[in-house]
């Protein structure tokens, strides 16, 4: 059993970026419907957020402490999904 199925990692330039993007998720989730985070650190600094929400964990950093940990050389060898290349769906 892993970790969890699914790694969402991303970042914004400062605390004020990162404070907007973590909001943004758990609105987008919670309003929908969808889970509540089972637990979320790094408010208190917006460096680096982790939400749980057990099958999904997203990190979000600032672009500093993405660079400086480089979390994704970690999961180097497995299966990636660059969601700037994916087209939308259609309908």
Do not use: C
Request: hydrophobic share 35%; no cysteine.
């Amino acid at each position: 059993m892993g970790i969890t199925d699914w790694f969402v990692i991303t970042s914004g330039r400062n605390n004020r970026q990162v404070r907007a993007i973590v909001d943004a998720i758990e609105e987008a989730l919670t309003s929908g419907g969808g889970p509540k985070p089972n637990r979320i650190e790094g408010r208190d600094t917006m460096s680096w957020v982790l939400m749980d929400y057990g099958a999904i964990v997203v990190h979000v950093f600032t672009d500093d402490a993405r660079h400086y940990y480089e979390l994704e050389r970690l999961w180097r060898d497995v299966p990636k999904l660059d969601l700037h290349n994916e087209r939308p769906r259609s309908a």
